[in-house]
């Protein structure tokens, strides 16, 4: 190759380059066009969108609670006996010990992905000896500290996203428990 060819090669290789950083860049900014909405209009959309799809029969209604079952309801039937049964069998199940796992872990991935928006302090130390008295000792120390701003809202909607999960897990264990009482109870 002389020297005009490989000059012709050096500026079509900056060109490519050139073009390619241009698109990139173009799609990094399309990407952030647009609103984004945070977690409580997105829980209120939701929200609304369920109760609007949602038809009760006329005359049901949901306990004081929320929807949620009484957790004294076996209380009710007046029976020391029944009360007895449906503890050991709460005791004893191991669907009900899973789901009850599960929703421990839900709990602390939440609070592991709200830990990411608090700053991070870490501190180290050491200690060498040269086993030689001219030379001396090292000592070492050391402190760092770290912060990641959310410029994005990415750890906000994990975390958001996080502690839903563990609601929803909250839930499966719930109806696990009650279901399992009532299944006793008949």
Known sequence: MDRKQKSLGHKM???IKTSALLVGISFAISACSGPIANHEEAVTSIKADV?????????WSATESGGLVDNGWILSFNDPQLV???DEAENNNFGLKISGAKLQQAEALARQAGAALKPSVGLSGGYADRNDDALGDIYGAGLKVSWEADVWGRIGSAEAGAKE?????????EFARQSLAAATAN
């Open 165 to 173: 999960a563990a609601e929803a897990s909250r839930a499966d264990y």
């Open 13 to 15: 290789i900056k060109h």
């Open 84 to 86: 007895k049964l449906v």
């Open 51 to 59: 109760e609007s799809s949602e038809r009760v029969a006329e005359g």
